[in-house]
């Protein structure tokens, strides 16, 4: 099983963007430590980690990538080129993640994406604000420079991605 | 385009796809021995060179495995215990007329290919490429 850090698709522009938003949860264990008040730290909070966004942002450009060959390849996240994350998200906001696909071919792919985040506190309707940029390359697993062979069940795009495809109307793209 | 405005613009490129510092790239350093480049890190430059020497009337598309080597071990014709043969060196020579294959003659170890590429043999692969 795959630990899904998106929660839905959005909108998608087949071969071109795909968009999927992440509802940040208190209800998620990692947030308790991540931060976690004590005696030293009373002021710390809880805050949605940059790692988990970037983890974010592939797996939604990873979806993007995937579509084009109809999910036949395996893709899977090769080089981080660029991550800038300018502030904190904190339980009860919404993270959004707009991912491009700038270039593909048999080898893989390159993305470029924003990451973009929602207050629900600050107004009643909804306004996005930017709050990072994130590129990334991936490779297409079985047409490694080397050569390798991997098992022909494509374990990337596993029954979770099904299930994050089916419920935004694009289940037969995975067919 | 002049050799001096391509290595200005390759320079550009592996600086943003390596991370490396403007001093280290010479003419004449190794992008895996030198810029540490990874296998990945050849794709990312591939797809960089392709969006700099792009423009709207003449596109500049790189084929997979036109400018760095790939699936060497699999021909035996051209690998033989880790080294190519007579046959492997001149498919080299053909494949990639922008390396200098001079010094390698002896060696022939394929683990040791990767290193031959410089930041010479970009200049020059894109120089032939648009002159094509």
Redesign the interface.
């Known amino acids: 099983m795959r630990w899904m850090w998106i929660d839905q698709i959005v909108h998608f522009e087949p071969e071109k963007r795909l968009v999927a938003i992440k509802c940040v949860s208190l209800a998620e264990e990692h947030l308790h430590d991540h931060f976690a008040a004590d005696d030293r730290f009373p002021q710390a909070q809880p805050t949605m980690p940059a790692s988990l966004m970037i983890e974010g942002m592939a797996q939604t450009a990873g979806i993007l990538v995937g579509s084009v060959n109809r999910f036949k390849e395996k893709v899977v996240l090769a080089k981080i080129v660029k991550a800038e994350i300018s502030c904190d998200v904190s339980p009860g906001q919404t993270i959004r993640y707009d991912a491009t696909l700038e270039r593909i071919d048999q080898a893989g792919a390159s993305t470029v994406g924003t990451v973009e985040c929602c207050d629900h506190s600050q107004d009643d309707n909804v306004t996005w604000k930017k709050i990072g940029t994130i590129e990334l390359m991936f490779s297409h697993l079985d047409q490694n420079a080397a050569g390798l062979e991997f098992p022909e069940e494509n374990f990337v795009f596993s029954d979770n991605f099904k299930t994050i495809l089916h419920t935004a109307g694009l289940a037969d793209l995975a067919e | 385009m002049g050799r001096d405005e391509i290595f200005e613009n390759v320079r550009e490129v592996l600086e943003e ?1 390596l991370g490396a510092d403007e001093d280290e790239i010479t003419p004449e350093a190794s992008l895996t021995s030198d810029l540490e480049a990874e ?6 430059i591939v ?1 960089r060179l ?2 700099k020497f792009s423009t709207d009337d003449q596109p500049f598309k790189i084929n ?1 495995g036109e400018l ?1 080597p ?2 060497l ?2 021909n035996p014709d051209w690998v033989q215990d880790g080294k190519f043969t007579d046959s492997g060196m001149a498919m080299l020579e053909e494949r990639m007329p922008h390396v200098d294959f001079s010094g390698f003659a002896d060696d022939r170890d394929v683990n040791k290919v990767a290193e031959l590429i410089t930041v010479q043999s970009i200049v020059e692969f894109v120089d032939r490429k648009l002159a094509a």
């Open positions: 796809a296998s990945i890190d050849f794709l990312d797809f392709e969006k997979q760095f790939e699936n071990m699999e």
